[in-house]
């Protein structure tokens, strides 16, 4: 019988550790093809950005007056005629747009929560600021008009990225600071929020406590949420904005 029990207990074990294993390749294996989708998209911003040296606007309020006509309705549309994907919504799931990782909660109102992917369209900033250290324009969320839209033009040139090895362009959808993270929303942000439906769990378990995040000059990387939404040094701080500068007064 105690043999018996000793063998039982190291199938068990061994059982486990493969469960383990297994858990562990499928998680790789989803990070690396929501790394190539955050690749593919880096592509089409940069064949963006050699077509017209300037980088897409956040939204594109105007563009139904025929402004900015290359920027479309915003950032996403850009790159998706970039990409010449012929996508919507309702299919966005079979799309380089979609994380493989990044489920809709039952509980989260489908309004919002709509994106895999976000853009750095504003840098260090909060959701007051009229200007913006991003890429999605040189204004920022504080910048309302007197129609009372938003306006993020004019956009960012090419040259005012001052290094673009170190700029971070686009990554998971995912909006932080140093106590809560947000997930499902269309920007890539380093400014307040706070724990959206829980969202702060599922971003941590999203890709196991990192994001998949593409520069500005193609590279992509995978760095933790710690480093990207809690580390304060110049390090962390100077990736999210396009003048390479820390900008601690806006934390």
Not at 189 to 195: E, G, L
Request: some cysteine; glycine content about 8%; overall charge negative.
């Amino acid at each position: 019988m105690i043999e018996l029990l000793v063998v039982i207990s190291i199938i068990a074990i061994l059982a486990a550790l493969l469960l383990t294993a297994v858990f562990q390749s499928k998680g790789r294996a989803l990070r690396i093809q929501c790394a190539n989708n955050v690749r593919q998209l880096g592509i089409a911003l940069q064949g963006f950005v050699q077509d017209n040296h300037v980088y897409p606007l956040d939204v594109n309020g105007d563009f139904s007056k025929g402004n900015y006509s290359e920027h479309h309705f915003g950032w996403m549309d850009a790159l998706t005629h970039e990409l010449e994907l012929k996508i919507n919504r309702s299919n966005w799931q079979s799309s380089v747009w979609f994380c493989p990782v990044a489920s809709h909660p039952s509980d989260v109102p489908k309004e919002f929560f709509f994106a895999s992917y976000g853009y750095n369209s504003f840098g260090v900033s909060t959701n007051k600021d009229a200007s913006s250290l991003g890429l999605g324009g040189h204004n920022g969320m504080g910048n309302l008009r007197a129609d009372g839209k938003i306006v993020f033009a004019p956009p960012v040139n090419e040259s005012e990225v001052a290094n673009p090895s170190d700029m971070m362009a686009i990554g998971d959808g995912l909006i932080g600071n140093s106590l809560f993270v947000q997930d499902g929303s269309a920007f890539f942000w380093r400014t307040a929020t706070d724990d959206f439906f829980g969202s702060t769990k599922r971003a941590f378990a999203r890709h196991q406590g990192k994001a998949n995040v593409v520069f500005c000059d193609g590279h992509v990387e995978s760095p933790t949420l710690q480093f990207l939404f809690e580390d304060t040094t110049d390090d962390a701080l100077i990736r999210w904005n396009r003048d390479h500068l820390p900008h601690r007064e806006k934390l």
